[in-house]
């Protein structure tokens, strides 16, 4: 299943739901369940809680639709199935509850960084209200003339998770994402830590979506790629990773708990900006693409905001 939230022509807030078949329709959750009706905000993340009635309910509506035409038209009739092209799509999770990125996570990377593996996960945070979807603009913050791009494979949480071992890890996965973890490098580096310059508004484009792992299958041999106005900048593998996905929520779960809906970035692959020689910045105007194998496009332009 393919996991999206997007807004309706007139709508304020972020409704959660799934592309149907070929992707040219969206099962809007809380309206073709009825639970909105009965009191649940169609924003919450209790729709990607895997323990949660909501998600089970959801999640069986929309696999039943794939066989049951009928249905299909009767849940259009309601309004709870929308042509895509109707809609807004967002970030798959507008607001995460948490944002955790992975340093260093790719050997190759390390190499180019000049630096050592870490011996555990190397982890810091974003902003989640730095989080936009698809196609949203990556703004250049004022003062800053080092923006960077990371590809990274996203992994969102899908039921609390505290102190999981390893090996039950993949069970509290929702599902994956792409996602850019932009960074201000001339912020990043002149401040010793990486807070600021790694959540400033929209320096976390996501998605288009959520495939859920039944879909996809495993994720440690994907091929991910970031292109630059079309020109690919990097071009590697998950197979690359240094902490693999189990040993990542195995690791973080076991000082913070892990609820549905948290992201986490797991590291990007050689080939960023301030390694090259001479450095390749990302200017206003640009368009970033993340690409990873069966997670679809995600592309941003980048624009200057006075």
């Known amino acids: 299943m393919k996991i999206v939230s ?20 969206v099962l809007d959750f809380a309206t073709a369940t009825g ?20 998600y089970a309910t959801a999640r069986g509506l929309a696999t039943g639709l794939q066989l049951d035409s009928e249905a299909a038209a009767a849940l259009r009739e309601s309004g709870g199935l929308l042509p895509v092209g109707e809609v807004r799509l967002l970030s798959p999770v507008p607001r ?6 992975i340093g260093l996570n790719y050997k190759d990377h390390a190499a180019e960084s000049k630096m050592d593996l870490p011996d555990r996960p190397l982890a810091f945070s ?19 003339e080092q923006l960077d791009y990371e590809a990274e494979l996203g992994v969102v949480i899908g039921k609390r998770a505290c102190r999981v071992p390893a090996s039950e890890a993949l069970d509290y996965v929702l599902g994956y994402t792409n996602v850019n973890d932009v960074s201000a490098r001339d912020f ?33 041999v994907l091929r991910i790629r970031f292109r630059l106005n079309g020109k690919t900048l990097q071009d590697s593998n998950t197979d690359q990773l240094h902490h ?28 960023v900006g301030f390694a090259r020689t001479p450095p390749v910045w990302v200017r206003p105007e640009d368009l970033m693409e993340v690409e990873i194998a069966g997670l679809g496009i ?3 332009p980048v624009v200057q905001v006075d």
């Open 6 to 25: 997007f807004k309706l022509p007139n709508g304020a807030s972020p409704r959660a739901g799934a592309l149907i078949g070929d992707g040219s329709q």
């Open 35 to 54: 639970l909105e009706a009965a009191g649940l905000d169609a924003s919450s993340n209790d729709w990607f809680d895997l323990d949660g009635q909501a």
């Open 96 to 101: 995460p509850g948490k944002v955790i990125c």
């Open 126 to 144: 974003k902003f989640s209200s730095c989080v936009v979807g698809s196609g949203a603009d990556v703004i250049v913050p004022p003062g800053s």
């Open 188 to 220: 990043q580096f002149a401040d010793g830590q990486w807070q600021r310059g790694k959540s400033c508004d929209t320096f976390c484009p996501t998605g288009p979506w959520i495939v859920t792992p039944d879909e996809l299958g495993d994720p440690h």
């Open 244 to 271: 693999r996905i189990p040993e990542l929520i195995a690791q973080l779960s076991a000082f913070v708990t892990l609820e549905p809906g948290d992201l986490i970035a797991t590291g990007t692959p050689p080939g």
């Open 298 to 300: 995600l592309e941003n």
